[in-house]
């Protein structure tokens, strides 16, 4: 049942079966048939017919909000209980924190808290949230979700995001394609409002939208536009600091996300802590940490 309720779920987040299938990494025939079977174990219908594509039935919305907390209780079974001290932390990156300073900055924290163990895991931050959300992982780093108000939210950065010549170069060029994460991205939804207010001529720019920053910077390396990735992709992969500029007043909020369970555990609070001091220590100057307000 937990694996039709998983189904349903990804159907509801992403419309289609097609859609909810590559977030899951299953066939498309994998999640009918999951959904199928947690339709005969309840004994009503969950979706119907819509044209060529399938939505949620209302009984199906009414189900998921009464499922949702009880999948989080289930998997939770494995948290230790407040007090005790966990020492293993399954953890979701999203997918450009992955891919430049996230795994780094993990590993200079298990040198410091050599009791703890965690296991790392990559998507985009709204699988990563929803996969905190249902319990799969204790803990989430990704760009701030505000909607998900059931789970705690600790900032941890504001990080700034870089304009990179096209090329590689010395300078930009005014009226050349700007390449950037897609549209409904975690991180393109927290700076677009920041572009518009302070830098309006960007977004006049032919937009050219990909899946992945690291598609950004290969675009951006071989003449095909200027490039906005976060700070962190550029430090990665030791761009030369004529390559690029952060932009003044746009950054995007990176959080730790959590469940009110593993964040009453202390081994939680010594991580949280060590990931705040870290990721400072990695960004330098650059580097502003957020309130928690």
């Keep these: 049942m937990l694996d039709g309720i ?3 779920i990804a159907l509801e987040k992403f419309g289609t079966v097609s859609e909810a299938a590559i977030r899951l990494r299953l066939t498309q025939s994998a999640v009918s048939k999951r959904i199928q079977a947690l339709q005969a174990a ?3 219908r969950l979706i119907e017919r819509d044209g060529r594509r399938v939505r949620l039935t209302a009984e199906a919305f009414s189900f998921l909000e009464r499922a949702r907390p009880v ?20 953890i979701g990156l999203a997918d450009s924190i992955a891919s430049s300073w996230g795994p780094g900055v993990v590993s200079r924290i298990l040198r410091t808290l050599p009791d703890l ?5 990559a998507h985009r931050s709204v699988l990563v949230i929803e996969s905190v959300r249902l319990g799969r992982y204790h803990l989430g780093l990704s760009t701030d979700y505000p909607v998900a108000r059931d789970l705690i939210h600790y900032p941890v950065i504001d990080e ?6 096209c090329g590689f170069g010395t300078s930009s060029g005014k009226d050349l394609p700007l390449i950037s994460i897609e549209s409904n991205s975690a991180t393109w939804r927290s700076v677009e409002p920041l572009l518009n207010a302070h830098h309006p001529h960007l977004l006049r720019r032919p937009l050219v939208p990909v899946e992945s920053f690291g598609a950004t910077l290969q675009m951006v390396k071989a003449g095909f536009g200027d490039g906005l990735v976060p700070l962190g992709m550029v430090m990665d992969i030791g761009l030369k600091r004529s390559a690029y500029h952060e ?8 959080s730790l996300l959590t469940r009110k ?7 939680f609070g010594r991580f949280r802590d060590a990931l705040i001091k870290q990721t400072a220590r990695y960004f330098g100057n650059s580097a502003t940490t957020p309130s928690a307000g």
């Design 71 to 90: 999948i989080a209780d289930l998997r939770g079974l494995a948290t230790p209980l407040p007090g005790s001290s966990a020492s293993f932390f399954s």
């Design 6 to 8: 998983e189904a349903l």
């Design 117 to 121: 163990r965690v296991g790392l895991h």
């Design 42 to 44: 309840i004994g009503y």
């Design 261 to 267: 369970t593993v964040n009453q555990l202390e081994s």
């Design 160 to 165: 700034p995001l870089a304009l990179v010549n």
């Design 247 to 254: 932009l003044p007043a746009v950054r995007r909020r990176v």
